[in-house]
């Protein structure tokens, strides 16, 4: 089977997510209440958005960024080279490398419902957080609210039937429903537990802005479209821009972008 994700080119990803994540890393960072900590984990950093951005909000913190990608890892290692207030390291989101109670806060943006077992993930979150810690994390709400991913996998399950194998699969991905995070978080014996929305709006130049990220091989649209033929990618291209263009000519358009967030208390 084709992977759902794909985490191996860095300047790819910034394209095609790496610059709405770091639109998104404030809002979650406001909702997260973590400007009080002195030591922070970020779980599945990516490329860094939400490290670097923790940086500004909570000068004060020492961060580390952990991220399966050794890739992603070495990029964002290499933007951070001069600040020894952060560390970023490879490693699994499932078996953190660090001792029980070792941070003030440990936080994802983007990552869990991407996991094989999204709840040992958070239940690690949990593990090296310290009481009275917080544990918050965010990932995109793919059914209601990622307004671009929809229109692209709602044409693609139209054409192929592996593009409905590809929806199915993100779509009904861990976290991604309403309320699953608070539950999640309440069963892990969180306290002050609160789910929210956080909305964004994503600006595309063009379609050729918008599509040409997707074919990069990177996240999940990347190995989605890149496991097609030349006639199938043409053909989906082709609807697509039909639905980007909605009868107006190729231009700018701005679509908005929800996440789900959740955050609690150890």
């Known amino acids: 089977m084709t992977p759902i994700y794909k985490a191996s080119d860095p300047a790819a990803y910034e394209r095609l997510m790496g610059r709405w994540s770091r639109r ?3 809002l979650f960072i406001d909702f997260a209440a973590v400007r009080e900590a002195s030591s922070i984990v ?24 952990l991220d399966y990608s050794q890739a992603f890892v070495d990029y964002a290692s290499s933007i951070a080279a001069a600040d020894d207030r952060i560390v970023f390291e490879q490693g699994d989101a499932t078996s953190l490398p660090y001792p029980d109670r070792s941070f003030d806060a440990a936080v994802s943006l983007l990552v ?26 965010c990932v995109w709400d793919f059914k ?45 014996g969180l306290r002050e537990v609160e789910q929210t929305s956080l909305t964004l709006r994503m600006e595309f130049a063009s379609f050729a802005d918008y599509w040409e990220p997707m074919l990069a091989g990177q996240g999940t649209t990347g190995a989605y479209s890149q496991s097609l033929d030349d006639e199938k990618r043409s053909l989906i291209e082709h609807y697509l821009r039909l639905a980007y ?3 107006d ?11 789900w967030a959740c955050r609690g208390i150890r």
């Open 24 to 26: 998104l890393a404030p």
């Open 42 to 65: 970020d779980v599945g950093c990516g490329t860094g958005s939400l490290t670097f951005a923790l940086m500004g909000a909570v000068p004060g913190a020492r961060i580390r960024g």
């Open 112 to 137: 869990l419902n991407f996991v094989p077992d999204a709840k040992k993930a958070a239940r690690e979150l949990v593990r090296v957080t310290r009481p009275g810690g917080t544990i918050a994390a």
């Open 144 to 188: 209601g609210g990622l307004t671009h991913l929809r229109v692209f996998a709602d044409t693609a399950a139209a054409l192929d039937p592996a593009g409905e194998a590809f929806r199915g699969r993100l779509f009904s991905g861990p976290f991604t429903g309403a309320g699953e995070f608070a539950s999640t978080w309440t069963e892990m």
């Open 245 to 247: 263009c909605a009868g």
């Open 249 to 259: 000519p190729d231009g700018p358009r701005s679509f908005v972008a929800t996440a």
